[in-house]
C-alpha cells in the first residue's frame, strides 16, 4: 500500500509515517496541494493522501477530480470537533482521523484500502481448477484474460495473478475502462503533454508508465473504443507507448492482464473488437464461473460479508437464520458475488434482535421471488426488483406511461441507491456502462437532477 502524505500533518508526520510503515505501507510526503499533484501527475501513484486538514482539501479534492486521479483522501488534524470532521469530509475527504495519530486507527484506515484486494474466499470444487491454472501461469510475465459475469471477482484474481507474480514487490495498476470516458481515455492510459489539449494543465503520466516494473490491468477492455484500440495494440507488441501531445516513443515494461464480462470473440465477429488485439491479450483466458453455478460458495461468502459488515459498523457478528440462508441459496444471484456483498450489508443493517433474518434478507429489495428467479434470468430487460430499493408499482399506475418513461425512472432510482456509483447501477440494471452514461447524458440535457459518485454519503456527512 503506497501512502503520500501531504503537509506537517501539524508536527505529527513522523510519527504517521512510522506508524504507517510499521503496517506494511510505503510512505512518501510533500509540503502541499501544488507538490501532491505534481507528484501524482509525475507517476508517483498512490493509493491513500493523508492531508493535513489545514490545506485547502476541497481544491485538492477538485483537483483530482477533474483530472480523473481516482485517489481516497484521509484528512487529519488536532481539533477534533464534529464540525471540522464534517467541513473536512464535505469538501470530499472519505475519513478525518484525529491528531496525535492513533496507531490502531491509522491501521484500520490502511487496512480498509487494501481490505480483500488479493483475498480469494471460495469452497465449491468449481473454483479449483480456476485457482490452479492461476497459480500456474502467475509467475511468468504471458498477458492473461479473465473472464465471466459483472460481479463475480474478476479483478480480485487479477490482483491475486500480480501478488503471486515476479513482479508482486512492484506496482499493480488498474484502469477501468467502461468508467472512463473515451476521449479521456487515451490520457488516462498513455499520458500527456502539457498543453496536449484544453484542461492539460501539466505533464502527467500515464498508467503504463506508473505501472512500469510491475502489473497493468485493463478492466472490462471490450468497452474500449476501435480507434483506441489500435493504439493500445502497438502497445501491447512493442512495450512502446507515445503520450498525448508528445513526440518521444517510451518504452515499458508490464505485465498485462485484462477483463471482460463479454464474449470477446462475439465481438471481434461482430466488428466490435479488433482481432489481432484480442489474440494478444488472450495468451492465457481464466473464467470465473457465475456464483450460481458454485452454490457452495453462498453460504461461505455470506458468513464472510456478515463478518466483514459487522466489524465495519461496530456491531456484533449476527448469525443467519436457516430461512434466510434457504433464501440466499435459492436466489438465481443475477449480479453474482458482488450483489451478495451488497445484500449481505444490508442485511447487517437491518438485522432484527441480533439476528439476520428471511425479513432482513427480503427488506433489502435485491431479493426476486422464488418463482420469478428463472425469468429474470433469461431476460435482459432490467427489472425493478433488481433495483433495490424497487418502489412498489401497482400495475394500473404504469397505464399511460411510455417505455422510455418508466426506463427513466427505473435508471435514475437505481442510481440514487447506489449512491451515484454508476458501475454499481450499470450491473444492477443489466446494461453496459456506456449505455448508461448515454442515458444520463440525455436526462442531464433535459435539465433532470443526476446523482453523483458519493452524494449522498457527503449529504448524510
Not at 510526503?29 to 493523508?50: P, T
Not at 464534529?82 to 484525529?98: C, H, M, Q, S, T
Request: hydrophobic share 40%; aromatic share 4%; charged share 25%.
Amino acid at each position: 500500500m503506497r501512502l503520500l502524505i501531504v503537509g506537517s500533518l501539524e508536527g505529527h508526520i513522523v510519527t504517521a509515517g512510522k506508524i504507517a510503515l510499521d503496517r506494511g505501507a510505503k510512505v512518501a510526503n510533500v509540503d502541499g496541494i501544488e507538490e501532491a499533484l505534481d507528484a501524482l501527475r509525475s507517476g508517483q501513484g498512490s493509493d491513500l493522501l493523508m492531508v493535513d486538514v489545514d490545506l485547502d482539501i476541497g481544491q485538492l479534492c477538485e483537483s483530482l477530480e477533474a483530472e480523473r486521479i481516482s485517489i481516497p483522501v484521509v484528512a487529519c488534524g488536532i481539533d477534533t470537533s464534529p464540525a471540522r470532521a464534517v467541513e473536512a469530509i464535505k469538501a470530499g475527504a472519505k475519513e478525518y482521523i484525529p491528531l496525535p495519530p492513533d496507531a490502531e486507527l491509522i491501521a484500520a484506515v490502511i487496512a480498509a484500502v487494501t481490505e480483500e484486494s488479493t483475498s480469494l474466499v471460495f469452497k465449491d470444487p468449481a473454483m479449483n481448477g480456476v485457482l490452479r491454472l492461476a497459480e500456474q501461469v502467475a509467475p511468468s510475465d504471458a498477458s492473461v484474460l479473465i473472464t465471466g459475469e459483472s460481479g463475480t471477482g474478476k479483478e480480485i484474481m487479477a490482483r491475486y495473478l500480480h501478488t503471486k507474480s515476479r513482479r508482486s514487490k512492484a506496482q499493480f495498476i488498474s484502469v477501468n475502462c467502461a468508467a472512463i470516458p473515451e476521449n479521456l481515455l487515451e490520457s488516462e492510459l498513455f499520458g500527456h503533454e502539457k498543453g496536449a489539449f484544453t484542461g492539460a494543465v501539466g505533464r502527467r503520466i500515464g498508467k503504463f508508465e506508473e505501472a512500469n516494473g510491475g502489473t497493468l490491468l485493463l478492466d472490462e477492455i471490450s468497452e474500449m473504443h476501435p480507434r483506441l484500440q489500435a493504439k493500445l495494440l502497438r502497445a501491447v507488441q512493442e512495450r512502446e507507448i507515445d503520450r498525448v501531445g508528445g513526440s518521444q516513443p517510451i518504452k515499458v515494461d508490464i505485465r498485462l492482464l485484462a477483463t471482460s464480462n463479454r464474449n470477446l470473440e462475439d465481438e471481434v465477429r461482430q466488428g466490435n473488437f479488433r482481432e489481432d488485439l484480442y489474440f494478444r491479450l488472450n495468451v492465457v483466458n481464466i473464467v470465473i464461473p457465475a456464483l450460481r453455478e458454485r452454490p457452495r460458495d453462498i453460504e461461505i461468502l455470506a458468513d464472510h460479508f456478515i463478518a466483514k459488515y459487522a466489524d465495519a459498523n461496530g456491531v456484533p457478528v449476527p448469525p443467519i437464520s436457516h430461512e434466510a440462508r434457504q433464501i440466499l441459496l435459492k436466489h438465481h444471484w443475477r449480479g453474482n458475488v458482488r450483489e451478495l456483498e451488497n445484500t449481505m450489508h444490508r442485511a447487517v443493517l437491518l438485522a432484527r434482535d441480533g439476528k439476520v433474518t428471511e425479513e432482513s434478507i427480503m427488506l433489502t429489495g435485491e431479493m426476486l421471488p422464488p418463482d420469478a428467479n428463472s425469468t429474470a434470468a433469461s431476460s435482459n430487460m432490467p427489472t425493478a426488483s433488481a433495483a433495490a430499493p424497487a418502489k412498489s408499482h401497482d400495475a394500473s399506475e404504469l397505464v399511460g406511461r411510455t417505455v422510455a418513461d418508466v426506463e427513466k425512472d427505473l435508471i435514475l432510482d437505481t442510481l440514487e441507491h447506489c449512491l451515484g456509483n454508476r458501475t454499481h447501477a450499470a450491473n444492477i440494471l443489466g446494461i453496459s456502462i456506456r449505455t448508461l452514461r448515454n442515458k444520463l447524458k440525455l436526462y442531464g440535457e433535459k435539465g433532470l437532477p443526476i446523482s453523483m459518485p458519493g452524494e449522498a454519503e457527503r449529504t448524510i456527512a
